[in-house]
Structure formats: C-alpha cells, structure tokens
C-alpha cells in the first residue's frame, strides 16, 4: 500500500521536534520550513551571502536524518573562539557552502539529503532573503524576526517586507498531500510565516488534504500571552484562505506545579488551556492525549505518542 502524503509547515524546535517522531512510521514526509529566522549565526550569513535562513532548515535536515549520531553532534556543533567563526554552527556553514556552489538552497539541501539518508524531503518556503515584519497592538512595526521574539508586545498581524516567489515544489506537495500538518512551536515567528503568502493559501484550497495544527503546550512571550487552544485556532484561521482548521491535537496530561512554575520565572511561559468545549462549538475535530515529556528536564511532547496519534488518524482516513 502507498505511504499516505503528509506535508508539515513549520519552523524552529517545534517542527523539528515533531518531525523525530513522524518518521518512525510508514509516511511519505515533506517538510516546508520558513526561512525569515535573522538571529545568532544564521543573521550574520544572512546578512554577509544573502541567502535565506539556513538555522531552521538545519534542524530539520538532522531530524530527519537516519546517520549516525555523531553527524547530529557535528552538524549542531557550536564554535567558541575568538575568530569570526565564534557562534556559527557547523550544519550553517555547510549549507551555506551547498546554496552558494548550487546556486540555490533547493538543490544544496537535496544534495545534503542524499548524504544523510533523510526519511522525507525537506523545502524551504521560498529561495528570497526575506524579512519577517510585524504591526503590534500597540501601533508600533517591528522589523525582522529576532526583534519581533524580543518585543514582548502583542501582535496584530505579520508580514514580509520584500515582495517572495513561493517555491513551486511546495505548492505542488501541498497539493498532493493526504494531511497538512501546523506544526507546534512559535506561532507568529515559525508557523504563520507560511501562510502569509497567498500562493500558499490557493494551493490548500486545491488541496483535497485535512488541515491539521498540533497546539503548543506552553505560550510563547510576547506571540501569545493568555492564549487558550481556541486562540491559536482563530490566529491561524486569519492567516489561511477559504479552508480553515479542521483538527487540532492537545495535550491534555498534567503539567506539574513545579514545572510550571519554573517556566513561568525563567521564561515567562504558561500552560496552554485546553478548552475543549469552546473548540467543540468551533466544530473542530479534537485528539488529545498526555503528550507531557520532562525526561530531558525541559518541557517537550512526547514525539512518538504525538506522531502515533497523527498515524492512526491517517489509518482512518
């Protein structure tokens, strides 16, 4: 039997993350990753070469990558020096070097997978140098997405400061696929980048696909402060076209006190709410389950239990 086409739009940890777990099981994965992340490592060769984001794309190469471990460790290795070298990552370097002897990001990821032996494909959303841009509640424009993460004001809307071509390969997967799943992780700087464009929006409105959005445990400061599951829903629900959400996965395990309370000082987070009821007026399908994962000592999903539900929902399609 053909492997059900599931194509996953997201950014940062949380796809990544995410993206561990789906490939456990018998999916044909096509991961889009936006690319207007401007901190650390991957700003400075933003700014120096021109190419897009490469940080994102980075994590997402090393988690669908069946190597060995220690091509993980290289690939996320760090340098501290005194050089220019300081904070660049390996995995940057690599992939800027790839874009700059293929001529595009595209084709340096592709030759990348067939080195690493990835279980999918992995497409940036556009090959632009773009810059994410955000209207804030309080009136003010924010430029570039490490400011926009370190504003701590609510946001109106996003958008990108340079007019982009959508890459085609995504359109046409997302028109392919069985399932399009929103990945958790930062709503407003990693997920919704994706559906600014409205090339993207037509081609979800082709797509005979179910949308699917996985909510995010914990709130992120300054994106979604005092958010319930419902908001996440209705931001995304502003930013798709004609299609909406159809289903979203929560997690409905206990977060201990101790825990909460830790992210709360140090990070400024809080506990999504899952209001089940509210989502059921939304006519939204539901799958919850204890997703709850602290065995690192930081707070994450338990992949495995979260792609296994998101299998057996395909299953029963």
């Known amino acids: 039997m053909k492997n059900k086409k599931v194509v996953v739009l997201g950014g940062g940890t949380g796809q990544s993350t995410l993206l561990r777990g789906l490939k456990l099981f018998p999916i044909d994965i096509t991961s889009v990753v936006s690319v207007c992340d401007d901190g650390s490592s991957t700003g400075r060769l933003r700014e120096e070469f021109n190419t897009v984001a490469v940080g994102d794309i980075r994590r997402v190469i090393v988690s669908l990558s069946e190597t060995e471990p220690l091509i993980e460790d290289?690939?996320?290795?760090?340098?501290?020096?005194?050089?220019?070298?300081?904070?660049?990552?390996?995995?940057?370097?690599?992939?800027?070097?790839?874009?700059?002897?293929?001529?595009?990001?595209?084709?340096?990821?592709?030759?990348?997978?067939?080195?690493?032996?990835?279980?999918?494909?992995?497409?940036?959303?556009?090959?632009?140098?773009?810059?994410?841009?955000?209207?804030?509640?309080?009136?003010?424009?924010?430029?570039?997405?490490?400011?926009?993460?370190?504003?701590?004001?609510?946001?109106?809307?996003?958008?990108?400061?340079?007019?982009?071509?959508?890459n085609p390969l995504v359109l046409k997967e997302i028109e392919d696929a069985d399932l399009i799943v929103l990945s958790m992780g930062s709503l407003y700087t990693s997920l919704l980048p994706n559906l600014i464009n409205n090339d993207i929006k037509k081609s979800i409105d082709k797509s005979n696909a179910k949308i699917m959005y996985v909510c995010n445990m914990m709130s992120q400061p300054g994106e979604t402060d005092g958010y319930k599951a419902s908001d996440h829903i209705k931001a995304i629900n502003k930013y798709l076209g004609k299609r909406k959400v159809d289903i979203i996965i929560c997690n409905d395990g206990k977060i201990s006190d101790e825990v909460i309370d830790k992210y709360k000082t140090s990070e400024q987070k809080e506990a999504i709410e899952f209001d089940k009821d509210y989502l059921k007026k939304m006519k939204t399908q539901i799958i919850h389950n204890n997703y709850v994962d602290y065995s690192q000592g930081y707070l994450r999903h338990n992949v495995e239990k979260l792609a296994l539900d998101i299998f057996a929902y395909l299953l029963k399609k």
């Not at 773009?130 to 570039?144: E, F, H, Q, R, S």
């Open 74 to 166: 290289l690939m996320n290795y760090r340098f501290t020096t005194t050089s220019d070298l300081n904070g660049h990552t390996v995995g940057n370097l690599i992939l800027t070097a790839l874009s700059n002897i293929s001529g595009n990001i595209s084709d340096g990821i592709e030759s990348l997978s067939k080195v690493f032996n990835l279980k999918g494909k992995v497409l940036p959303l556009t090959e632009d140098n773009v810059t994410l841009c955000a209207k804030m509640k309080d009136g003010k424009t924010i430029i570039g997405e490490h400011n926009i993460t370190e504003y701590h004001n609510k946001i109106d809307k996003i958008y990108y400061k340079e007019k982009s071509k959508t």
